[in-house]
């Protein structure tokens, strides 16, 4: 099968001068979330995290390509000035993939979620991608199941994330990512790992020691035709982790908070974490922010294996060039 996005019109993509040079000199490029920034991080923390993965991509040899949708224009890889944009206007919408047509026939400003910047990064010709936490089963009924999943079982993309927050039913989503035939492989680890803690009781596919590893798993994932991307779990550093102990009072009240007040869709997310977040101080915000950084740091590592041994030096020069 081939993917939708191949079909996809180059010309409805805009793609960052920068990001489509390295494209197309095969140097490692990693595609980041905005969805993350616009609704998932308190300001103005989330302004300065944006810019802060993004160094990150290009101290490990990347080019990062943050992905939203401006004036209606998908964008792959943001401006300076773009990315406050997304960071601080009152006006960005939160889209999934179903909601892009929507955005762009009205020429709407919006940040990008999991799937749909696994989407339109897989559009663009990228193969690795950097998030916090991917969506997935909501707890109660009816089921709210996020469109992460689904995406992630018809796109190229290799996407590295810290598992799934324990807002949502664990054992659910996990069992989602099999049913769905989405290859889950754990960083250094067999664990399914939980967002802000390590351990979930949960386990993935398979531990992968090196960044070569993944690359190889990669390769074959491609050459058997099986379509779709795979997941990278990277637990959060364990200096850094907050046991699920600590913060399930919080997320039991968020989700009990969230019930009463009605809130459901798309805004349940954005709520549960904003709850969260005011409930637990910083500890959240700092083991949520660590958790990026080290997934968009083994996502780097990724993708220099994949573009080969001789790139990550040129692509340094490259983007000092730019
Ligand atoms: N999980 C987090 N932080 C986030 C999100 C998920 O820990 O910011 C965001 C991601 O952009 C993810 C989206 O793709 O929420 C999922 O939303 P929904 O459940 O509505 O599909
Ligand atoms: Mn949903």
């Known amino acids: 099968?081939?993917?939708?996005?191949?079909?996809?019109?180059?010309?409805?993509?805009?793609?960052?001068?920068?990001?489509?040079?390295?494209?197309?000199?095969?140097?490692?490029?990693v595609a980041l979330e905005s969805t993350v920034l616009a609704h998932g991080l308190p300001r103005p923390r989330n302004l300065?995290?944006?810019?802060?993965?993004?160094?990150?991509?290009?101290?490990?040899?990347g080019v990062p390509a943050t992905i939203a949708v401006i004036d209606g224009e998908p964008r792959i890889g943001l401006s300076e000035a773009e990315l406050e944009r997304i960071a601080t206007s009152e006006d960005v919408r939160k889209l999934s993939t179903r909601e892009i047509p929507i955005a762009v026939a009205g020429g709407l400003t919006g940040a990008t979620t999991v799937a749909a910047t696994s989407f339109l990064a897989a559009a663009a010709g990228i193969t690795v991608f950097a998030t916090g936490g991917i969506g997935g089963v909501h707890r109660g009924e009816p089921r709210d199941v996020s469109p992460d999943l689904t995406e992630l079982t018809r796109?190229?993309?290799?996407?590295?994330c810290a598992g799934a927050k324990a807002i949502l039913d664990i054992p659910a989503t996990r069992e989602a990512l099999e049913t769905l035939a989405i290859p889950v492989l754990g960083w250094q680890t067999d664990v399914f790992p939980g967002f802000y803690s390590r351990e979930t009781g949960e386990r993935v596919d398979a531990p992968v020691e090196s960044a070569d590893e993944v690359a190889e798993v990669w390769r074959a994932l491609r050459s058997t035709g099986i379509p779709g991307g795979l997941l990278l779990c990277a637990p959060v550093p364990l200096e850094e982790e907050l046991p699920a102990s600590e913060v399930k009072e919080a997320i039991d009240l968020a989700i009990s908070t969230a019930r009463t007040s009605g809130v459901r869709g798309k805004q349940l997310t954005p709520f549960l974490l904003r709850e969260l977040t005011a409930a637990t101080g910083g500890a959240t915000l700092s083991a949520n922010i660590a958790l990026l950084r080290n997934n968009v740091r083994v996502a780097t590592e990724v993708a220099v294996a994949l573009a080969g041994p001789d790139q990550p030096e040129r692509a340094q020069r490259s983007a000092r060039e730019c």
């Open 1 to 29: 099968m081939k993917a939708d996005a191949m079909e996809a019109d180059p010309k409805a993509l805009r793609i960052s001068p920068e990001v489509e040079a390295a494209l197309a000199g095969g140097y490692p490029v």
């Open 155 to 160: 796109t190229r993309i290799l996407v590295v």
């Open 48 to 61: 300065e995290v944006g810019r802060e993965l993004e160094a990150l991509v290009r101290a490990g040899g």
